[in-house]
């Protein structure tokens, strides 16, 4: 070893020299290798330890319920990298669940497995021994199985009542939805308002998020779009697509969740967390299509009452049969009642600035290199009229294609 660290140092000095160096230290004075300083008051002393980041102990103990679905990933992946243990409580295969654990230090992520949203007995053991407790469990489509009212009202009235229980819990992170409105007329943001309302009575120092539409790799406004834009023979745009909304990206929102928790400022606050961008449903199709090079506009303008009476038998069909592929819930009447109104940040509400977060836009960079990604014939291409005519005439001829006019 001292041989090898020998013939090493002259490298490892021409290494830190010039810009090296300088960007060493700026990433030593920027404390990417500091602990995470939680806001609790139950942390023993000696407990917190390590070198900072991941393989760190922070002295955080988080119950992360959602923990496997498209925000929820993200959340535990924040948490671990500033050295919080995270339980992770979870009901689907096991599969699913176990890259959670390359999230985190050895024995920083522990997975409870067949734990049910009706199983309050295992969600009690969940949190027995965590100081915070994070809900995420959210559903987009009401089934046989769950209302909206079971997952977004009974569930958190429930938690928010165990939490409280919990001598050890001091955090209660909640997410619903910035579009949450008791007089909605959509019966999610009903529920969703329901569930905030029954939080806030409970666990009056509950941290309530209200985010925007959030966009990601594996989201569900994104992906659906994407595939109706390149696979469907056109695109409903239901009222001219005049909706407005701040979409934001899924790594701003879990940076949101952790930082509340080193502030005890972020008690009993409401934060609704937006992009700095306001645009339409039918900005945001338009710039899938220019990211992918698609040259002729399939969408269609549909009223909103027609969507709906189009939707209704699915609707009915999901809450007798059991899940069926291809579930998107924008093709729900439900979701038709949800974009009748706008889901902006309200003005004078707290947000992503009182948390000192400045978030990314969504419209531009790498929150687009998804769309990019799915171009006909590849990264470089995109619109399949286009990619025909750069193919040389021997390939046109073997594929039967038409010279372009």
Known sequence: MARFAGLAAPYLQQLVSGHAAAALACSVASGLRQYSHLALNNVRP????????????????????????????????????RGTQVVVP?????????????????GQIVLLKGWHLNDDDMTRQAISRSNIVVN???????????????????WPAR????????????????????GAAADHTSARMRSKAAGDAAVRETFPDATIFKPAPIIGDEDDLLNNLLFQVKFNASVWMVDDGVQRFQPHHVTDVARAAATSLESHEAKGKDYCLGG????????????????????????????AALAKAAYAPGDMLRRKLPPMPGRNYMHSGDYIDEISRDKVVPEGSLGYGDLGILPMKVTEGFPIEA????????YSFGDSKALA?????????????????
């Open 46 to 81: 000696g407990v917190v330890g390590g070198p900072g980041n991941r393989s760190s102990v922070s002295g955080g103990v988080a119950t992360v319920f959602g923990a496997t679905g498209f925000v929820g990933k993200y959340v535990v992946n924040e948490l671990a990298r």
């Open 90 to 106: 979870y009901r689907s295969l096991e599969e699913k669940a176990m890259t959670l654990k390359q999230m985190g230090d050895l």
């Open 136 to 154: 995420l469990i959210g559903s987009t489509l009401e089934t046989r199985n769950f209302s909206f009212n079971d997952v977004h009202a009974a």
């Open 159 to 178: 938690l928010a009542a165990m939490a409280k229980d919990t001598p050890k819990v001091e955090r209660l992170l909640h997410f619903s939805d910035v």
């Open 276 to 303: 700095p961008e306001t645009i339409t449903m039918r900005d945001y199709v338009s710039l899938i299509q220019e990211c992918l090079h698609i040259l002729e506009d399939t969408t269609m303008y549909v009223p």
């Open 371 to 378: 769309i990019r990604y799915q171009r006909t014939g590849g």
């Open 389 to 405: 005519k750069s193919l040389p005439a021997s390939v046109k001829r073997y594929f039967g294609m038409q010279a372009p006019q």
